[in-house]
């Protein structure tokens, strides 16, 4: 059976006798069942007939494509949450196909073990918000609920400027995703232009939004937070000031994000800032100087409105695309997300249209008003609480992160239009970032912190283009808190597997963890640190054989097409009990044909105990 194949032996860590003031000593822990599996994709419960990842249309229809009900085997941020009648519910969103699911599952936690197993699943109805559009990473908040983002957002200008289907399709690429909604909507499959610019409107999609578990029965309310910005969001997490709020931004000629809410807790009113870099060095990714440029006050009565009245991209610029690197007299040139597919364009803001601009068109107004629009799949974010930093991933280093290059050749594709603020090397294993905070929650400085390490064809490939000693195409970061540990997942297609690595920031060293089958993602790690007791570390696992090696999916080792969801288990009071930084033993790449097929995990975890944490926050 599956579950038997991904249950992980305890393995017991070798103990050592050296004192506290010899240097680091070792601590094993007594209960440690393992990373367990919580559901896969296309699971079934008696109490709800089913699939969990069934994907449903606005009147919670399940959508059938060839005779059959599509389900998801994308899931991305899983959160846990206890009630305050100790009942354990999880909320999953599935990243992909649109319309995006989104499932509430009850859980039962195996009193030994801290297992969770799963009771029932029930998918969310979303049709009060137009729909889930992309749902990628996400973050709790301090009041618990579940923060998430919808990525990739459609691009409204495609749609106003289009004279025609043909335009509007190759203005977008690439419809799957438009399609999707389309389904959800109600367009109809032999849709036109006309019925498009009738059903679907762009700007319902690329916002924040927050899910509240209501209670000990599993409702919950959904929230999208128009006035914190349209961008392609990763994922947005609060500070601990409750007000100040950051974000970052997917895709290629993008940029990072601050909310800074007017009450706290609150995000339905206040702030919104986007970035400018002031690079101060090009080694190691690059070292940055940020400040933040003001864009709008905003509430979500007033920027809904805007949209529920049809607002559209041309009532807030005056549009055209640039001829090189002209543009009509009062329009000012910007480079675009995806510019390299589209050229750069020529803007000039429609007389009080500045609102609209800024919550609509965030990222195309922060161009317009100077701001970097140049990073280049910025990931998952996170925040230590006691070295007071954030870590963000970056998962490549390319396009427009670059001076005037593609993939480190001579190019002005990803350039032309924008104020190239970064200018640094290519390199496709990507970097995690350090960014340094005020003491009023402000981030100032952003400098590389560990890097993957390119492999040029010279030097050999044999598991594929980056060191497989290193972290490939970082994506989704979690701080352990307060025990000197970053877990960081990966999405990568520059080697044959996805891990998770922990990165001590005392030693700076890592280690892999956890890896996935062919062609899968790891999503979803996350700290949580005591639900009735036991503390949980989840990583979950998108679409095996999905990026690569599809043709061995039928292979005899395969565990098929569907993603897991799961965690390790922690005694919550023997981690309190020992006191240091949580530590996984190590595993190697999966070198073996059969390695590449399975979902493998740590055997073994331990306490370290090590300087005191503090010392990290001083000794930089």
Request: aromatic share 12%; with cysteine.
């Amino acid at each position: 059976m599956i579950a038997s194949v991904l249950a992980v032996c305890v393995v017991a860590a070798v103990a050592m006798t050296a004192s506290a003031q010899d240097g680091p000593y070792i601590q094993t822990l007594d209960n440690f069942p393992g990373y367990k599996t919580t559901f896969r994709t296309g699971d079934k419960t008696p109490n709800y007939p089913m699939a969990v990842g069934t994907t449903y249309d606005k009147d919670m229809n399940p959508i059938v494509v060839n005779g059959d009900n599509v389900v998801s085997p994308n899931p991305d941020f899983h959160s846990i949450h206890v009630t305050p009648g100790g009942n354990v519910y999880s909320l999953t969103q599935f990243e992909s196909p649109n319309p995006a699911g989104f499932y509430v599952t009850k859980l039962d936690q195996g009193k030994d073990d801290g297992s969770l197993t799963p009771v029932w699943h029930m998918p969310v109805d979303w049709s009060a918000e137009g729909g889930l559009w992309i749902p990628c990473a996400g973050s709790i908040t301090p009041t618990g609920s579940h923060a998430g983002g919808e990525e990739y957002e459609p691009d409204a200008m495609c749609l106003a400027t289009a004279a025609s289907l043909a335009d509007l399709k190759k203005c977008v690429g690439g419809m799957g995703a438009w399609e999707g909604m389309f389904k959800y909507l109600g367009v109809p499959l032999n849709y036109t232009l006309e019925d498009i610019k009738k059903n679907f409107n762009p700007y319902h999609y690329g916002h924040a939004f927050e899910v509240t578990l209501n209670g000990e029965d599993g409702a919950v309310t959904v929230a999208k937070h128009y006035a914190m910005g349209r961008h392609s969001y990763e994922l947005w997490m609060v500070m601990p000031d409750n007000v100040t709020a950051y974000s970052t931004d997917d895709g290629s000629s993008t940029a990072f994000w601050k909310f800074v809410a007017d009450a706290p807790n609150n995000f339905s009113s206040g702030f919104l800032y986007g970035a400018k870099f002031y690079q101060q060095s090009a080694d190691y990714g690059g070292d940055f100087i940020i400040s933040w440029i003001p864009l709008a006050h905003g509430n979500q009565a007033e920027i809904k409105a805007m949209v529920e009245a049809g607002t559209t991209f041309t009532d807030i610029f005056d549009f055209s695309m640039a001829n090189a690197t002209q543009c009509p007299d009062g329009y000012r040139i910007i480079s675009p997300r995806d510019n390299a597919l589209k050229g750069a364009e020529c803007l000039k803001l429609k007389s009080g249209m500045e609102k609209a601009a800024a919550f609509l068109e965030s990222r195309r107004y922060l161009a317009y008003l100077g701001g970097t629009v140049e990073l280049t799949k910025f990931e998952g974010i996170t925040y230590d609480p006691i070295t007071g930093k954030l870590y963000a991933a970056m998962s490549q280093v390319r396009y427009s992160m670059e001076d005037f290059k593609n993939k480190g050749s001579a190019s002005t594709a990803h350039d032309i239009g924008g104020t190239n603020d970064v200018r640094v090397a290519y390199n496709p294993c990507g970097c995690i970032y350090a960014i340094d905070l005020s003491p009023d929650m402000n981030a100032i400085r952003m400098y590389g912190e560990v890097c993957g390490v390119y492999q040029s064809e010279a030097h050999g490939r044999s598991l594929g283009v980056c060191d497989v000693a290193g972290i490939s195409e970082p994506d989704n970061v979690i701080v352990l808190p307060g025990q000197a540990t970053l877990i960081i997942g990966e999405d990568t297609g520059t080697v044959e597997h996805d891990s998770l690595w922990e990165y001590d920031l005392r030693t700076k060293t890592l280690k892999r963890i956890f890896s996935t089958p062919y062609g899968a993602e790891t999503t979803s790690p996350y700290w949580y640190d005591n639900i009735n007791g036991w503390s949980y570390l989840t990583g979950a696992i998108q679409h095996p054989y999905g990026e690569s090696a599809g043709e061995k999916a039928n292979d005899p080792g395969s565990l098929g097409l569907a993603g897991w969801v799961g965690a390790w288990a922690f005694k919550t009071s023997e981690l309190k009990e020992k006191n240091g930084a949580l530590e996984f033993e190590a595993i190697p790449p999966p070198y073996l044909e059969g390695e590449k097929h399975q979902v493998r995990a740590s055997a073994a975890a331990y306490i370290r105990t090590l300087v005191p944490y503090a010392d990290i926050a001083t000794s930089e």
